[in-house]
DNA sequence: ATAATCTAGTTCTCTATAGAACTATATCGT
DNA sequence: ACGATATAGTTCTATAGAGAACTAGATTAT
């Protein structure tokens, strides 16, 4: 499959551009482009597959965008750097970061209750005592090993225990209710282990953790949840992409 | 300046779907639009300025991808919360992070020399132990107090301790000789602290510390660089902005 | 030999238009 | 009262082109 002999089906309902993005996709994803390869011009895709100049320029504007491709005016358009490409920083649950990490996640269910919100989340998040959220802490398992300690805080959403333990996944219950998360911050640092977490994860008092927290809100900067997570730091290591 | 009556010069060299993005974004950061708003349509915008409506796209498009504004098909447009909207991973030098905290940034060069790379590097890296690399082992501190220790190493790039105490910005030093880093993967992990990097920090040995490895590459995919730091974790706290 | 100019090829900006796909509301029929 | 249908408004997809801006190499002039 030759790069100006790919498969575009003009009768499917999948949009051209987004055929024709797709399939530079696969073949810079299979290696049959490697970086710094030079990609046909606008207008040889465009008579190639008789589609008009604009709608290879929205293909070509989002692989650039996804980094994938870049282009240089007057030069052409160049396959990039494969690294990247595809994992950026998203919102993502454990789950499937551990499947993106190829190990089997699970947990236990520790704390499923309904608690006033903490001081910092009460600064953060403009609620008030007054407020409920729902509180639940998670030991989570990586191949049946202990790896990591989660207290979750929600806002503005209720479910049973038994919800979350046969639905299994957090984020598939918020999306149920049609809550979709769009943005988070999260704060990583390093701590030393008091005794209650140390226990938890099989560590002496005082070990090195990694303890992140992180705010989420949907589309309209509403208030999510809240999460602060400790991790066994010799099981588990944040990793980050960065661009430009 | 209300939304249908903006500052578009159309003899000026600037793209107008350019302005017009720089003047919605604008709005957006002074508030004068607020999250939730409901932007006019591109037919409305297409009138006002007499553009045309591809054009108006263009500039919706880099608005939604810079994510201050999202799109409902058959709804319209509306301005997103304003929290992220410019903030994201990005490669930063420790200045301009400091910078970005509104600290003042120094540091102190303890070591500067050749040397072949690093197992690690090796491997990540794919260079042989003949390679050379430039290592430069900084104290880093803000405001005076020193938060951090940088091993950085270099590769395909000379220059004198001299330089780089003038220039004081390594990145910069790169850029004038043509070296642009394009992406890069930071790994964060808790350690314990070892007795010297304690002692440069003013810890007990054994304190949580935050260490971060981080390699970078150009847009070709050529290493640039590495660099193995480790944070005092009371004073050096590590915060990413999370999207969709 | 060197410098200036031309030329072909590339991406970038912009125009003008059309219909499809989808949403929300209003209208109509039962 | 309720469900089906029409309607207007929105974004999304796609077309067909033109000239500007820029690059790299070939050609020409000095």
Redesign the pocket.
Known sequence: MSILNLNID?SS???????LKQEIENLIETGELSPGDT??????FSKAY??????V??A??EL?NDGYIH???????FVSSRRLAHTLDRLMSFSEDMQNRDLTPSSQILIFEETPPPMKVMRHANLSSSDRLLRIRRLRLADDQPVGLHDTYLHGVTFSQEELETTQSLYRILENRGIQLAEGVKTIEAVAAEEDVAALLGLQPGSPLLQTTQFSWDHMGNFVEFVIAHYHSDLYQYTIQLRR
Chains 1, 2 share one sequence.
């Open positions: 003009r309902p999948v949009p051209i551009y987004y055929q990609l046909p011009s606008e207008n040889e008789s589609i008009s100049p604009m709608t320029r929205q070509m504007s650039v282009r240089e005016r007057g030069r052409g358009t």
